[in-house]
């Protein structure tokens, strides 16, 4: 069902706000290089800082500039499983055409509770749930058993997996069959999922370089696996220069950097780049010819 490069969009912010100017632009600029969906309020899109208004705000916004073009899949996960629905059907009627669902963190819930508050969702909202898998964010892996039981209820229709365990990932694709979505959630492991069954990639580097991730995604499934291999190497050590720190923060510095915004400013936790990580990013970013 979604498959292709999809990007997991930055929230633009102007003296504290939500830049909306800015983000439907953005959305402009995916659409014309090859982008497939459009994710907002995901990690990379600071979702965690975001009030419940500005959320709803920032998918509105991304519907709106989409206009039915790519489809929208809004991130509208929680650890509490009644504001994750609360999020889930504002967007659904907001007329986004999936939500991202991030595994329950910090309360680290068991096996049978991350089932359970899927399921949960799933059944509450009609619309389609693509689960978000990130142990290293959320501090519980959902295993491959969990996953099959999770990809036999309605509305359940993938995973985007950022374990960084191809082993986990090729045992989810073998469980749960082609009819699941296999999505990356690392760009630097888009190609190696490709391989094992994937479907395509949830992309920070798409922020910067969307036409290069769609062009990858699209020449594997051509068949062009040369074509895909060039554009993968081509791409990893801007794909290790904007995880330098943790993300969003080089993605939006870059973003800045290349006129992409007006300002790179993020919120609290999430502050500036160090001055010697700047230095890296500039050099990678010249490297690639963003610069």
């Given at each position: 069902m979604f498959?292709?490069?999809?990007?997991?969009?930055?929230?633009?912010?102007k003296k504290g706000k939500v830049d909306e100017k800015a983000l439907a632009r953005l959305v402009e600029f995916q659409i014309k290089n090859g982008t497939t969906a459009i994710v907002p309020c995901g990690t990379t899109g600071?979702?965690?800082?975001?009030?419940?208004?500005?959320?709803?705000?920032?998918?509105?916004?991304?519907?709106?500039?989409?206009?039915?073009?790519?489809?929208?899949?809004?991130?509208?996960?929680a650890n509490n499983t009644a504001e994750a629905i609360m999020l889930t059907e504002y967007a659904k009627k907001a007329g986004a055409e999936a939500s991202l669902q991030i595994t329950p963190y910090y309360n680290k819930p068991?096996?049978?509770?991350?089932?359970?508050?899927?399921?949960?969702?799933?059944?509450?909202v009609d619309i389609p749930l693509i689960i978000y898998n990130i142990m290293s964010r959320t501090g519980?892996?959902?295993?491959?058993?969990?996953?099959?039981?999770?990809?036999?209820?309605?509305?359940?229709?993938?995973?985007?997996?950022?374990?960084?365990?191809?082993?986990?990932?090729?045992?989810?694709?073998?469980?749960c069959g082609n009819g699941f979505d296999l999505i990356s959630g690392d760009d630097s492991l888009t190609l190696p999922l490709l391989a094992i069954g994937g479907t395509g990639v949830i992309s920070v580097a798409a922020?910067?370089?969307?036409?290069?991730?769609?062009?990858?995604?699209?020449?594997?499934?051509?068949?062009d696996i040369a074509g895909a291999r060039k554009s993968h190497y081509k791409l990893l050590p801007l794909v290790k220069a904007i995880f330098i720190e943790t993300n969003p923060i080089p993605v939006?510095?870059?973003?800045?950097?290349?006129?992409?915004?007006?300002?790179?400013?993020?919120?609290?936790?999430?502050?500036?780049?160090?001055?010697?990580?700047?230095?890296?990013?500039?050099?990678?970013?010249?490297?690639y010819g963003l610069l």
């Open positions: 498959e292709g490069s999809m990007v997991a969009i930055i929230t633009p912010f600071e979702s965690a800082t975001l009030s419940y208004e500005e959320h709803e705000h920032v998918i509105d916004v991304v519907i709106e500039a989409a206009n039915k073009k790519v489809p929208v899949m809004a991130g509208t996960g068991t096996q049978e509770g991350i089932y359970q508050h899927f399921k949960k969702i799933a059944e509450t519980v892996n959902i295993t491959p058993e969990t996953m099959l039981r999770l990809s036999k209820v309605k509305n359940i229709v993938g995973v985007k997996e950022a374990s960084g365990n191809l082993d986990q990932m090729s045992q989810i694709h073998a469980l922020n910067i370089a969307p036409k290069d991730v769609a062009d990858m995604v699209s020449k594997f499934k051509k068949g939006k510095t870059a973003m800045a950097l290349m006129g992409l915004i007006d300002d790179s400013s993020l919120r609290l936790p999430m502050c500036a780049i160090g001055e010697e990580n700047l230095t890296k990013l500039k050099k990678a970013l010249k490297d």
